[in-house]
């Protein structure tokens, strides 16, 4: 293989890794069952999956998730190499100035598409696409506020369902919320797990600032806030289905917790971060019992 060869199979590699396409997978899948089983028809009143602006939507969240995932790369490589040498990938599977450029493209693009759809999900993208930049650029140094950030727009990809559709605007908000604490327990984790690249480069996350065991009850104050809410919100519903289903997930959800209470190396809370990704998708196909 000769090197211009060998450069295009390392930058393609590297822009498959950079994207986490598992991620963005389950972010389009969770939209989609959104829209079949909450929705089930369009504006028009044809079956929800035969509706394109489904689609257009799902893809323009998509993209500026990847462009995200990209700028945060591009601005965390001296940490990355802390904390995990052997992922990195701006500036060594693909350039620079090459994630700067398809940032920018798949920004506009997605915000573009958005417009397509409707002014309102054109502009929830324009603000998605500013806070994700603005978070790999400032706030995740900060403590909680880019943990916070992160996680509320995860629940706004699931409510932009509602927001275009508007229908079952309550039954889509209580999977908006459950996706939002679950992901916001996740990040933290992931500011845990990531403490020694965090802290050698000046970065004021929710562990480094208050300490180990402090960030661990703050997780436990997230987790009770979140059973409250969805308490609240599935009385309102008054679903049996929902309520079977919340209480499985609880045994889980406890199980995640005693976990949490327990983890104490770096290994364990990389294998929490994984079990909360589960328990979303997990969330996600329950859908499908209403």
């Known amino acids: 293989m000769d090197a211009i060869s060998m450069d295009r199979t390392i930058s393609f590699g590297?822009?498959?890794?950079?994207?986490?396409?598992?991620?963005?997978?389950?972010?389009?899948?969770?939209?989609?069952?959104?829209?079949?089983?909450?929705?089930?028809?369009?504006?028009?009143g044809l079956p929800v999956l035969r509706d394109y602006h489904l689609y257009l939507m799902v893809f323009s969240t998509v993209i500026i998730a990847a462009a995200g995932y990209m700028i945060n790369d591009y601005y965390d490589v001296k940490i990355d190499?802390?904390?995990?040498p052997n992922e990195v990938v701006v500036g060594k599977g693909i350039k620079r100035r090459v994630v700067i450029f398809l940032h920018t493209i798949l920004n506009f693009t997605g915000i573009g598409l958005g417009f397509l759809v409707s002014p309102s999900i054109g502009l929830v993208n324009f603000f998605a696409a500013f806070l994700l930049w603005l978070y790999s650029n400032r706030l995740k140094r900060e403590p909680f506020i880019g943990n916070l950030s992160v996680a509320f727009l995860t629940g706004v990809t699931i409510y932009m369902i509602a927001i275009y559709y508007q229908k079952s605007e309550l039954l889509i908000l209580t999977y908006a919320i459950f996706a939002f604490f679950l992901n916001l327990i996740r990040e933290i984790?992931?500011?845990i797990e990531d403490r020694p690249g965090d802290?050698?480069?000046?970065?004021?996350?929710?562990?480094?600032?208050?300490g180990f065991h402090n960030t661990k009850k703050v997780i436990f104050a997230i987790a009770l806030s979140f059973v409250i809410s969805i308490l609240v919100v599935a009385i309102k519903i008054n679903s049996p289905n929902l309520f079977y289903y919340f209480g499985v997930m609880g045994m889980f959800f406890g199980l995640f917790m005693y976990r949490i209470y327990h983890a104490d190396r770096k290994s364990q809370f990389t294998q929490l971060s994984a079990f909360a990704k589960v328990l979303m998708l997990v969330g996600t196909l329950s859908m499908g019992l209403l």
């Not at 000046?202 to 600032?209: A, H, Q, S």
């Open 81 to 84: 190499y802390v904390n995990r």
């Open 14 to 44: 590297g822009l498959f890794r950079i994207s986490r396409p598992i991620n963005l997978l389950m972010v389009a899948f969770a939209q989609i069952m959104t829209a079949y089983f909450l929705v089930n028809t369009s504006h028009s």
């Open 199 to 210: 802290r050698k480069h000046g970065c004021r996350t929710l562990p480094i600032v208050i």
């Open 189 to 191: 984790l992931k500011d």
